[in-house]
């Protein structure tokens, strides 16, 4: 599994992303799997990447929470969780996604 979180230079929420991946992948059972860090400098290479805004989580390529319509963008993203809007996945559905891509489905909305 290839997991990768972008972010844009200075990202307020790149350390806390990256915890949250690291618990989630401990939490699945996947604590061996590796992941890398990417920042994202210009609109062009966002929107190669499918990057929607600041942190996106990539799982073998895909963005497990891509809002379709949403254009490519250099900013801060904003995700809906159970608590409300957040600059973070829900921990809950961060694990369903790197589940359901360890199984090869696609995760539930």
Request: with cysteine; net charge negative; hydrophobic share 40%.
């Amino acid at each position: 599994m290839n997991i990768e979180i972008l972010v844009v230079p200075d990202c307020p929420n790149e350390a806390p992303a990256a915890e949250r991946l690291r618990r989630a992948l401990d939490d699945v059972g996947l604590g061996g799997t590796a992941f890398t860090v990417r920042t994202v400098t210009d609109l062009a290479e966002a929107e190669r990447a499918g990057f929607t805004g600041s942190p996106t989580f990539l799982v073998d390529g895909r963005d497990p929470f891509a809002e379709p319509g949403r254009p490519a963008a250099l900013a801060c993203r904003v995700y809906a969780t159970e608590d409300g809007l957040s600059g973070l996945p829900g921990p809950g559905r961060l694990r369903e996604a790197l589940l359901a891509a360890a199984r090869g489905a696609a995760p539930s909305s």
